[in-house]
């Protein structure tokens, strides 16, 4: 399962019916930067998905 959502992705720009919430990482921080990408560029840049299983 994952978070279906209409949202552009932050990569190319393209509106997706089926963004993909993800977060990025931050070394210097604890927090979590949470953004949106369409299926393609989230497997692209390979990065960890919201959603996926432990
Ligand atoms: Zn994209």
């Known amino acids: 399962m994952q978070a279906v959502v209409t949202r552009a992705c932050?990569?190319?720009g393209e509106v997706v019916d089926d963004a993909v919430a993800v977060a990025l990482e931050h070394v210097?921080?604890?927090a979590r930067r949470v953004v949106f990408l369409c299926p393609l560029c989230t497997a692209d840049l390979k990065?960890?998905?919201?959603?996926d299983p432990p």
């Open 10 to 12: 932050r990569e190319c």
């Open 28 to 30: 210097a921080s604890t």
């Open 47 to 51: 990065i960890m998905r919201l959603t």
